[in-house]
């Protein structure tokens, strides 16, 4: 089965299979610590990682995906989480924070993992908690990494600018010297008081030598 580059060649073999054991998994990139979770019982290793199991306290919003390049954000809830998930919600700076949702594939009855595939990968904007009788509901909107492709870079062709981004570069250390320099085009006049004056160079006339006269 052919495939595109991104996707899990597991994921391309469950495909084929008459049944599909579907799951979705959520990695929020905190300071401290990330928050992985995914929508299943007990725990999950995808990637070296290990998901707790939320079963249906993880709650995910649509997913928009269609021929066009443009950003669509994803909302998520996560209902009745321990203290360490709340107090991550409460006391980390989590704005323009890496969150990622993933989908995969299990192995038919078990916790082995087939294959998984990105499905969204942005940034965490807005989080809020909502306390209820079944305990803290935490709602997180996040905006799609494209959004950086409308974002000014701020970055200027200067030497200082460019040692933010490598500063073992060297290909802007002579950039502000040229700022005042003059370039001198053609060829200058020389003798009398025309002298240093630019002159365009005019090539000489054609003459064909086929034609007559």
Known sequence: ????????S????RLAADHQEIFFAVKAEFDTSDVLLWNGAD???INSETYAGA????????????????????????SGMDETVLSYA??????????????GFLMGGSNEVAGVMTLFKGRMVNLTVVDSTDGANININAENRLLDLKRPSNLRYTKNAQKNID????????????????FVWGRSESGGGSAGKIVD?????????????
């Open 1 to 8: 089965m052919a495939t595109r580059p991104g996707i899990d």
């Open 10 to 13: 597991g994921i391309t073999t």
């Open 43 to 45: 725990d999950l290793v």
């Open 55 to 78: 079963g249906q306290l993880l709650s995910i919003g649509a997913v928009e995906d269609d021929a066009e390049l443009k950003s669509a954000g994803l909302s998520l809830s996560i």
């Open 90 to 103: 409460l006391t980390e700076n989590y704005q323009n924070r890496f969150i990622t949702l993933f989908m």
């Open 167 to 182: 500063n073992t570069d060297t290909g802007f250390n002579r950039i502000n010297t040229l700022q005042d320099k003059t």
């Open 201 to 213: 160079e005019q090539p000489p006339p054609f003459h064909n030598p086929f034609s007559p006269g």
